[in-house]
């Protein structure tokens, strides 16, 4: 059955440093999402993404963030200059069009020291 | 927020059927009921989803009732790997947007051997 991917599983950082966390989504669709939780507490929506732009961002998707479909299988969300406060799960998401189910990887756990 | 209310936490004997319910009494017409669960560090798995009807599936049914404003989630055979917290989501399905999930706090179900 085909699933969400997301590399790498672990990424350890400095404050102040750059990351860049990778999903590959399921190959039939065509609506990404981001979402992080931080340790305790909800699983919150950062970005939508389709038609290689953005749909939709919370408040918390900032200057400090952005999202790129480099090619035709990778969804990248990048944080510049990380705080400690962006230590969380980020898990990426899919669905074959905007209305249907969105079906999720198995997250990145980013630390920031 | 939400618009969902769940119990904090459930208990459930291993072999049992575990029944998690979930009120929606504002729901709209055109929002579905999903429900996800979450296992402990992993991404939220998608379960099961419904608009009016009762739907089952390999791994659990929903039963909504008739005026839509509460569901129950129904695992037939809880083992001890259907441990999780559960979330029970409203969404709306609108054409020509894609739409975040917004998650709560769901139930976190305990199954005792």
New interface residues.
């Given amino acids: 059955e085909p699933e969400v991917t997301q590399t790498p599983s672990h990424q350890v950082t400095q404050m102040g440093q750059e990351v860049i966390l990778r999903c590959v989504p399921i190959s039939n669709h065509l609506y990404f999402y981001w979402y992080r939780q931080i340790l305790g507490q909800k699983v919150e929506f950062l970005v939508s993404f389709y038609n290689n732009e953005i749909s939709e961002k919370s408040e918390i998707f900032d200057d400090q963030f952005s999202v790129e479909r480099p090619d035709g299988s990778n969804f990248t969300l990048k944080i510049r200059s990380t705080k400690l406060e962006d230590s969380a799960m980020y898990f990426c998401a899919s669905s074959r069009d905007g209305q249907e189910t969105q079906y999720f990887g198995p997250g990145t756990r980013l630390l920031v020291l | 927020d939400a618009k969902t209310t769940q119990p904090t936490s459930m208990d459930c004997a291993e072999g049992r059927a575990a029944n998690l319910p979930c009120n929606h009494s504002t729901i709209s017409g055109n929002e579905y009921v ?1 429900w ?1 669960r ?1 296992i402990h ?6 379960i099961i ?1 419904g608009l009016k009807n009762n739907e089952t599936n390999e791994m659990a049914s929903l039963i909504i009732t008739e005026d839509r404003k509460s569901s129950t989630l129904i695992l037939p055979h809880a083992t001890l790997r259907d441990t999780a917290v559960y ?1 029970c989501i409203v969404r709306a ?13 769901g139930t976190r179900l305990h199954i005792l051997p």
Wanted: proline residues 4%; charged residues 20%; hydrophobic residues 15%.
């Fill in positions: 999903y996800y979450q560090s992993q991404g939220p798995q998608y989803h979330y399905t609108s054409m020509n947007r894609d739409d975040k999930i917004i998650f709560g706090k």
